[in-house]
């Protein structure tokens, strides 16, 4: 069907419900008015669909715009644009040169971002079922793409890619890879996942990764849409893909775990032995350069200046430990540069450290051909972030940083009222009181009440049931005492039980085979799973996969962490500030002046976590 949205007309694949229609309103607004988006509706309400429809209905009427001279971007050039060369070779570029000039350069791409591999299968079964077919490149790593049979075996497959790539006689797959470039139009690849291009790669022989990489290469005269998998908002993986975004549309889908996402981009993990590696690299590349006092000697003492340090806050005890040869400290501020000046990395040596790391990542780009896909021109036109939990969307928005104008918060497809039933339930099933507490969930009286309450749903529900759990700990001991007093037994007679193994790979996935075939076969199943695990992030769980969703507890960061500690210092900081803000303002007629004395209260970004009431840019007094 066709929908006629804010002056777009929008296919839609079936009749849309009211809160599609609204979702592909806020999609298209976001996108016309270069405004970035966060964008909260349910699972289950067709969000994917609605934001591919709206995403790709806008970019083929720009497409459309731009080849007849009508475009908004037709107007007036961007002063600092670049503009690709008009190439030659058809009829229609010598005719129409200026035009062709015009959509090289404006043509807009749209990165469609996603967290889990699962997530690429159900976004691109969304996309078969509407009528758009844009020209598609999923760009994932090589330990998804790589078809060798030495090197996909191995740990480190872009290293061992890149030293065969070297060595003669090469790799058979990457010199066929041009098998694939006139294969992206056909029915094999229009609309394709990652398996569909590596069964293509497989069957011709041909690179996947490298064909998916020519894929997103094409020149920008060519509307595109990139999958990228996994999520990534850090430069260094963005360059080393290829991605740019200056003037680009990015989607993050299930995005609401992005500021985690955003974090562990701007923070690095090194243990003490890989920094002993590094120093004994430098030092092994010092005495090849054969030159004295060249930058490798000066990288091998800095180098060892910080295990000199590390080893002594360690041995001193001057760390406090956090396991088994886990060692931890955090500084801030003036003590930051103190301890790092005691490692030997004073402010003048790293000034030149930074400078060496800035023509090592030229160099690399200069070789992988990204050219600074990364730099200071990744500006996207516009940010969408939707997600089926974003709610608060003040406080998300707040902690991104970042300025929102464009926001929804959209209700259920459903009616609530007559399909769903929700409750919450203080006590099991043989009356005891519920508290999945660290002190009581560690009792066989709870453990025993909890098994009970699970036997008598799963005796009522049919399909599908889904349990769960705060942690991997608890699980297990459910598991454990379950199995000791026969209540395993009886989950087991009732349903299918599967339980979610740590991590992911063969045995995640032939966990939720036995599970799915269980549904299919009629069984019924109970899957013991965990919040923070796998199973809570982007599977399918539609029908009936799932007709009961179990909560025990509450999954509570863990408070020992120490990220989680760091986090919580910051909020608490807003927190206080804010509630200091209103002291001198405690009725109408109240009047008085707020002063800030820091300089950081200047800029934007601490500006952005005052309260909403107060006016949005203090005035900077001196």
Request: with cysteine; proline share 4%.
């Amino acid at each position: 069907m066709n929908y006629k949205i804010a002056a777009y007309d929008v296919d839609f694949p079936h009749k849309a419900y009211g809160v599609q229609l609204g979702f592909m309103e806020k999609v298209l607004k976001a996108l016309d008015s270069k405004s970035n988006a966060l964008l909260e509706a349910p699972t289950g309400s067709g969000k994917t669909l609605s934001l591919l429809c709206a995403a790709l209905a806008w970019q083929r009427q720009q497409k459309i715009d731009i080849a007849k001279g009508e475009s908004e971007f037709d107007v007036q050039a961007e002063p600092d644009s670049e503009v690709d060369e008009p190439q030659e070779g058809s009829a229609a570029d010598s005719l129409y040169p200026e035009a062709k000039q015009k959509q090289k350069k404006r043509c807009t791409r749209i990165y469609y971002a996603t967290r889990t591999h699962s997530q690429i299968a159900q976004v691109v079964r969304e996309l078969k079922r509407t009528s758009y077919r844009p020209k598609m490149a999923i760009l994932a790593s090589r330990e998804h793409y790589c078809i060798h049979p030495t090197v996909s075996k191995k740990a480190n497959k872009d290293e061992e890619c890149q030293n065969m790539l070297k060595d003669d006689p090469g790799c058979k797959f990457f010199r066929n890879v041009n098998k694939l470039y006139s294969m992206q139009s056909s029915h094999f690849l229009m609309v394709h996942d990652i398996e569909d291009l590596a069964k293509v790669g497989r069957d011709h022989k041909a690179c996947p990764y490298y064909a998916a990489t020519h894929f997103a290469g094409e020149s920008c005269s060519k509307p595109m849409m990139h999958i990228i998998f996994p999520l990534s908002s850090e430069p260094v993986i963005r360059s080393a893909m290829d991605i740019t975004l200056d003037k680009s549309v990015l989607i993050f889908d299930e995005a609401h775990n992005i500021e985690d996402t955003a974090r562990d981009a701007a923070s690095a993990e090194l243990e003490l032995d890989q920094l002993q590696e590094v120093q004994l690299a430098f030092q092994k590349m010092d005495i090849y350069s054969g030159a004295p006092g060249s930058v490798y000697q000066s990288l091998a003492e800095a180098m060892a200046w910080l295990l000199t340090w590390l080893k002594g806050k360690a041995d001193g005890g001057a760390l406090p430990s956090k396991g088994h040869e886990r060692y931890e400290g955090v500084w801030a501020g003036h003590q930051a540069l103190a301890e790092l000046s005691e490692a030997g990395l004073s402010e003048e040596k790293v000034e030149v450290l930074w400078d060496l790391y800035s023509e090592a990542r030229q160099a690399q780009e200069d070789r992988s051909g990204a050219g600074g896909a990364a730099g200071a021109q990744d500006k996207a036109r516009c940010v969408v972030l939707t997600s089926g939990t974003l709610a608060p969307t003040d406080s998300f928005a707040s902690e991104l940083g970042a300025s929102f104008p464009v926001k929804l918060e959209a209700p259920h497809v459903v009616d609530v009222r007559k399909q769903v039933w929700a409750g919450a339930i203080g006590r099991g099933a043989d009356g005891a009181t519920l508290q999945a507490t660290y002190k009581q969930a560690d009792t066989t009286a709870f453990q025993d009440s909890v098994g009970k309450s699970v036997v008598e749903v799963c005796r009522v529900v049919p399909d599908g049931v889904l349990m769960f759990l705060p942690s991997y700990s608890m699980l297990d001991r459910l598991v454990i005492r379950w199995k000791a007093n026969g209540l395993w037994g009886q989950l087991a007679a009732l349903k299918k039980v599967v339980t979610e193994p740590k991590g992911t790979g063969e045995a995640f996935d032939a966990v939720m085979t036995d599970y799915y075939t269980a549904i299919r076969r009629g069984q019924g199943g109970l899957f013991m799973a965990v919040c923070r695990g796998k199973v809570s992030e982007g599977l399918d769980f539609a029908d009936s996969n799932a007709r009961a969703v179990l909560i025990f507890g509450i999954p509570f960061p863990n408070v020992k962490d120490t990220k989680v500690g760091l986090k919580k210092a910051y909020n608490d900081a807003g927190q206080r500030t804010h509630g200091l803000l209103s002291r001198c303002i405690r009725h109408r007629a109240d009047y008085g002046a707020i002063m800030l004395f820091d300089d950081r209260f200047r800029q934007p970004r601490y500006q952005k976590n005052l309260s909403r009431w107060i006016p949005p840019r203090p005035p900077a007094a001196t």
